[in-house]
């Protein structure tokens, strides 16, 4: 019998072992994760600081699962050791666990900058930090969050959503610097601070002290909370101390596997095409090409890299973002349209009539339809306004499921079209609940939901069912 072991029960290790065991119930499964706590969805934890749910909620897989499933599960056990020469892993508690085949799928670590007092500040990355913010949430007057990329912005939000007054400390000129152009930081800042956010850019965090941030310029910001958003780095050390190549993740081959044929990688520790992927939808498609490959479902199984569509998550802010975001009228065609007053900000980016690039801010009910012309990368149609602006006759996907293709993309995190949503309503989903269970759809940010329910309810109407 073939021995498959996985390093790492996060988003890409959990959805491994389900991908195997699904087109195999006999393979030997042993999956190792350093968390305590069983596999839960990472992406949500966003909604758990926001109080928007609790943190049962975001659960994967339970121990029941895998006792039904015949996978042996071992949370709280790290692997410190690949013995390649006799294909074993070698854990933290004494195990040795030999392998046919190896998967490592370690993750990211937050990066945690090197101004003293740094001890002091709460990274957010794992159930644990969440619960630690939480836990300091509850007696805080005023809390700072380090970093205003994505995840910052969610926790600053999230906070301020709770009642605290949250400052937002960005190192770069505006916000979501990699997502976003400095107009649409700007309009998102200000949006923000009508939630209760304060934003602060370019700006030099030099100490952590007890009840404050210190500013370079000596200047410095209250705080009884200190949230950490500074970025992540994958984890590798395994990999390396192994003798596989590494750059800045693992780096593997279009099936995932490593240059050692027998151990594959996945998810925020891969390198693909030089490529390190900080979403749960590229850990998702590769965690389902290493299913096939490993199982023999599907041997000529590739992943061949995504296109990203990064979407907030943080109450009464909509914004998506996707491809090449900052490129000016100088390198391409742009479309764009900003009403800071409104927090409004939507720009278009093409190249050789195909586009490249979308922000969408304030308002995202387009989001579906420029999503389908961004992965296709076909000719765009001449009117351009109407693509930022589609009226009732327009183009606009979430406003109206009859006119989506069913090639359209609805579930982003779990790769689920219209046509696959049809096609689970034919065979008797009617509600989301069934549909989610069925495709996976909404199951990843939640951020279809509304499009699923769209299109379900659509169905039903249109057959006089009742949802
Ligand atoms: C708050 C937050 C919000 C996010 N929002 C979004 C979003 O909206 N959309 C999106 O697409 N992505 C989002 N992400 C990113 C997404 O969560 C990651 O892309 C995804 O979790 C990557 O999965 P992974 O399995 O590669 O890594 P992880 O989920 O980090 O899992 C890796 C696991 O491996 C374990 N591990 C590491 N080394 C060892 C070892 N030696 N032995 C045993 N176990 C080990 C770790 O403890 C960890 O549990 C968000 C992330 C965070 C933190």
Same mark, same amino acid.
């Given at each position: ?9 996060? %988003?890409? $290790? ?13 393979? $030997? ?6 968390? #305590? ?19 049962? !909620?975001?659960? =994967? ?29 070698? @854990? ?24 003293? +007092? ?28 380090? +970093? ?26 505006? =916000? ?66 192994? &003798?596989?190549?590494?750059?800045? &993740? ?16 996945? $998810? #925020? ?16 498609? !590769?965690?389902?090409?290493?299913? *096939?490959?490993?199982?023999?479902? *599907? ?29 000016? #009228? ?12 409104? +927090? @409004? ?11 490249? +690039? ?27 306004? $109407? ?16 006119? %989506?293709? *069913?090639?359209?993309?609805? /579930? !982003? ?6 046509? !696959? ?23 990843? /940010? ?22």
């Amino acid at each position: 019998m073939t021995r498959i072991v996985v390093v790492g029960n996060g %988003m890409a $290790g959990a959805r491994l072992v389900g991908e195997i065991r699904a087109r195999d119930r006999h393979v $030997g499964l042993t999956v190792f994760g350093a968390e #305590e706590s069983q596999p839960y969805n990472r992406v949500l934890l966003s909604n758990v600081v926001a109080g928007t749910m609790p943190p049962e !909620q975001v659960r =994967l897989l339970d121990p029941a699962w895998y006792a039904d499933h015949s996978v042996t599960a071992l949370p709280g056990v790290e692997v410190t050791a690949v013995d390649r020469e006799n294909r074993a892993v070698l @854990t933290a508690t004494g195990r040795r666990e030999p392998y046919d085949v190896l998967v490592l799928a370690t993750g990211s670590e937050a990066v945690v900058p090197p101004v003293p +007092g740094a001890d002091r500040a709460v990274t957010f990355r794992t159930m644990d930090d969440c619960r630690r913010i939480l836990r300091a949430a509850g007696a805080a007057r005023h809390a700072v969050v380090i +970093g205003g990329g994505l995840l910052g912005v969610e926790a600053a939000r999230g906070l301020a959503g709770r009642g605290l007054p949250v400052t937002l400390l960005h190192l770069a000129g505006h =916000l979501m610097d990699r997502q976003l152009d400095a107009e649409a930081g700007l309009v998102l800042g200000q949006t923000l601070g009508g939630l209760g956010v304060r934003t602060r850019t370019g700006v030099v965090v030099e100490e952590i002290l007890d009840g404050g941030v210190r500013l370079a310029g000596d200047e410095t910001v209250e705080a009884d909370l200190v949230v950490l958003a500074c970025g992540v780095r994958p984890v590798t050390g395994l990999a390396r101390e192994a &003798g596989l190549e590494v750059a800045r &993740g693992i780096v593997v081959d279009d099936e995932m596997r490593t240059d050692d044929p027998s151990i594959f990688a996945i $998810g #925020e520790c891969a390198e693909h095409r030089g490529r390190v992927y900080g979403l749960v939808a590229p850990a998702w498609e !590769q965690a389902t090409v290493v299913a *096939d490959i490993v199982t023999g479902a *599907d041997k000529a199984a590739r992943y061949r890299g995504s296109r990203l569509v990064t979407r907030l998550k943080a109450r009464s802010v909509e914004l998506a973002a996707m491809g090449e975001t900052h490129l000016t #009228e100088d390198d391409a065609e742009v479309v764009r349209f900003s009403h800071r007053a409104a +927090g @409004t900000y939507r720009k278009l980016v093409i190249r050789d009539g195909r586009l490249v +690039g979308v922000i969408l801010l304030g308002e995202t009910s387009a989001v579906g339809n420029l999503t389908q012309l961004f992965d296709r990368g076909g000719p765009l149609p001449g009117d351009r306004a $109407g693509l930022l602006f589609p009226g009732p006759q327009g183009n606009a996907v979430a406003e109206s499921p009859v006119r %989506m293709p *069913d090639a359209a993309k609805v /579930c !982003q995190c779990n790769d689920v079209t219209k046509g !696959q949503i049809r096609a689970c309503w034919e065979s008797g989903a009617r509600d989301v609940a069934a549909v989610a269970a069925a495709t996976r759809a909404t199951t990843g /940010c939640g951020g279809c939901r509304d499009a699923v329910e769209g299109i379900v309810g659509w169905l039903c109407e249109q057959e006089g069912v009742s949802a």
